[in-house]
């Protein structure tokens, strides 16, 4: 039986590592990998205390965050399309047209 | 015998989540991703939840990840070399989160209380994709619902955003 600590602690290291890959990433695309990275860190807590607590809402919440996800994905690469298409580049540092 | 499952995974997790920062190339962080979710995937079986395993390996690995593929070779992409200057910034926000993380556990690993009894669900005779469906469509039928609207707005969105001329001759 492995405890729920031990869950957190992976989860808490993979959504850091999210957390670092948005913050020093220049690539959008790496940038959406990262936030797929933290997505995941909360599916791993919330199904870890699903079976912890015995209770199925937690895995019915992590179908929602997967739905959530996909819309995600579908609407940021659709963007990066739109942003390819208009400036050449996915170089998130290009993209300063709202910067003051 | 769990023990080593976990430990199996946790590491391939832990190691994976750190190449698809760290390597420099798209496309192998997306490969790196696709080995996370299969062991993700793994976790959750060891987890019991095995619905949400094969929804995370045909939903994660077989629609989402192809979809970043298919992007990353159609911008076809120079590789770009370089880390963000925000570095500093990224270490000083993570690493003392990370710490202030281990130190609570450490404190409160003894002090966690036991798995409460399998008696609080109900209806988990039937087994995992029973059970879920038996909740997704009683419990949460009103979320299933907006989930469903979530997508529609997003399939529109996503069709609206990528289109090349809007609603007439726009150049380009």
């Known amino acids: ?100 | 015998m769990a023990q080593l499952f976990f430990g199996y995974f946790a590491g391939v997790i832990a190691l994976t989540a750190v190449l698809v920062v760290a390597l420099k190339n798209p496309i192998y962080s997306a490969l790196s991703l696709l080995v996370m979710f299969f062991h993700v995937a793994g976790l959750y079986v060891t987890l019991h939840a095995e619905f949400l395993a094969a929804v995370q390996i045909i939903v994660y690995a077989g629609a989402i990840l192809v979809l970043y593929l298919f992007v990353v070779m159609l911008l076809n992409v120079k590789r770009d070399d370089r880390y963000h200057g925000q570095w500093r910034i990224a270490g000083f926000v993570c690493i003392p989160l990370l710490l202030e993380f281990m130190i609570l556990l450490a404190g409160g690993i003894a002090a966690s209380p036991g798995p409460v009894p399998a008696e609080s669900t109900g209806g988990v005779t039937g087994g995992n994709t029973l059970a879920i469906g038996e909740t997704l469509f009683s419990t949460y039928l009103f979320p299933f619902e907006v989930a469903s609207l979530i997508l529609l707005v997003a399939m529109i969105g996503a069709i609206i955003l990528a289109k090349r001329d809007v609603g007439g001759d726009a150049p380009q």
């Open chain 1, 1 to 100: 039986m492995i405890p729920v600590s031990y869950y957190l602690i992976l989860s808490a290291i993979v959504f850091l590592t999210g957390v670092v890959g948005v913050l020093i990433r220049r690539n959008i695309i790496a940038i959406l990998l990262s936030v797929e990275l933290m997505l995941n860190a909360t599916n791993i807590n919330f199904v870890a205390f699903s079976e912890h607590l015995q209770d199925l809402g937690g895995q019915v919440f992590v179908f929602f965050a997967l739905t959530v996800a996909a819309a995600e994905v579908a609407v940021g690469l659709a963007i990066i399309i739109a942003l390819h298409r208009s400036k050449s580049t996915i170089n998130v540092e290009e993209f300063n047209l709202l910067k003051w």
